[in-house]
């Protein structure tokens, strides 16, 4: 029973990962389509990435727990093995999120030429640091 529980929670972070990954890849198309925020189209575009980013927080919270108590059940089974699969998923999954982190500032630095639309964008990049939920 305690390698199913470790095998679940070895899928549960796989799927952390996996998720980190297309998370990034729908950030970075962003900003290979948006080179800056000049229109309101494009601070619309940022605001869906903003909400969509904000709102996975915790889901990916709530799976790396679980898939961190499931994998634990390893240790139990096999120490030395259960351990060394332990520090790897979650040096992985540490990986994924700064991967994701990185470009998530590249598209919270977008250089914005109209002031109006400039202060806007400050609010919405200020809001995804700072609130636990999208309030725009």
């Not at 305690?2 to 990962?17: H, K």
């Not at 940022?46 to 909400?51: P, S, V």
């Not at 630095?109 to 202060?119: F, M």
Request: glycine letters at 4%.
């Amino acid at each position: 029973m305690t390698i199913i529980m470790g095998i679940m929670g070895i899928a549960l972070y796989a799927l952390v990962i996996a998720l980190h990954l297309h998370f990034r890849r729908e950030t970075v198309r962003f900003l290979v389509k948006h080179g800056t925020i000049a229109d309101l189209a494009s601070l619309e575009d940022f605001k869906h990435l903003a909400r969509r980013n904000m709102k996975a927080v915790y889901p990916f919270i709530a799976a790396i727990l679980v898939g961190m108590a499931l994998s634990a059940q390893l240790i139990k089974h096999d120490p030395l093995f259960g351990f060394v699969t332990f520090l790897l998923l979650n040096g992985l999954v540490v990986w994924s999120a700064l991967s994701l982190r990185n470009v998530e500032i590249r598209a919270r630095e977008l250089p914005c030429p109209d002031p109006a639309l400039a202060a806007k964008y400050q609010r919405i990049a200020q809001s995804w640091l700072s609130d636990s939920w999208p309030r725009f």
